[in-house]
């Protein structure tokens, strides 16, 4: 049965980023109710919205602007090299080539149907596809089941329909092929009351138990598992086909199961309990807010990201307590946040003179920015950050 547990309230598409003749038209907006499916134990968003509104050309998210996730697919690269030395390999969501780009050219395929962050890729030479994945583009890619190694960072979450991603995967991998995928994990974002975890596109936000539900149907299995800090607590899943015995299954495995189970991701009342939280979350952020407003304190943002928008629209807070938002993203500066309507302006570093507090909307980058903004701090700037708790730092 698929059960209710966190309203956050009508939201507008996380990443159309308005124009300036855009504001003042109506947006489209939707219903944002959080569900737990307590036969799987899949936990999403209960509206879909139709992919080509959310990917297309206008895109605007690009993983190599952050050092933290270059970094982290240059090391899963080199590991890939050391453990599987893969011959063939499939990227599905490929972005702007942060994980493309450690690989020799001849031996990878990058699958991203946003054509405008494909062509980057493209440019560069490196066979793209602007397509979605779907069986049909497995099998022209693949001959036989001979890719031997599939890799997807932050991208499954994105995609509906589950039965013809595993399945193309499934005509793509080879029999001893293996299968990576890597995105934000459930538990840290129960624990840690990350709400902003969830908006149209993050469909769902998986855990190993219902991951390993949902293999089961694809005669799929996880063997082995690492815990990233990326994204505000990532799990790393490395999986097989059931019948390959080339790879043992890990402890590493089962533990993390039992530890999931312990903190009963598996029962409907973590959920109803993680609902209140995110209340009262939301209420600490507004009275806040309206303090520094009422003490006259300067307030700007910082990462115009889609986490912000799910902030920012549930707690319904707009230009009123936060000016603008700093971001570095060429395809976000000069737009506006949808919904809350704030603009986003062009990064420069820090400056008591531009502000006293500023709420970090790219929290899962904290120690990057922290270390970027020093001077700031030292000048006596203070960020806000809502997450796990709400507070200045
Ligand atoms: P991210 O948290 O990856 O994504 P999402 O949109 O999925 O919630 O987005 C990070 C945003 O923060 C992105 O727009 C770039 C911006 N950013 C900066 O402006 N400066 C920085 O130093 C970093 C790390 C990110």
Redesign the pocket.
Known sequence: MIKKFLNLGYQPL??SYLREKQINKKEKKFKLEIVFNDKNFLVSINKKIPTKEMFNSDY????S?????VKSFKNISSTIKKKFNPKFIIEIGSNDGAFLFNFNKKNIIGIEPCKNVATITKQKKYKTIDKYWTKNLARSLTKNNNCDLIYSA?TLSHIENLKETFGAINLALSKNGVLILEGPALLPCIKNNIY?QF?C?HIYVFSTIALNEILKNFNLEIFDLNILNT?GGSTRYFIKKKYNKKYKIKKKVQKEISKEKKFGLHKFETYLSFSKRVNKSKEELINILKKLRKDNKKIIG???????CTVLNYCKINDKYIRYF????PD?INKYLPGSKIKIKK?RKLSKKDADVVFL??W??KK??LK?EKKFKKAGGKFLIHVPKVKLI
């Open positions: 996380a990443n605007p998210y690009r993983s602007l952050s050092k933290t996730m932050n902003d908006y596109e994204h910082y990462g115009a990201t889609a986490k912000s700093l971001d570095t993203t976000k990064y909307g790219a899962n980058f990057e920015i970027k």
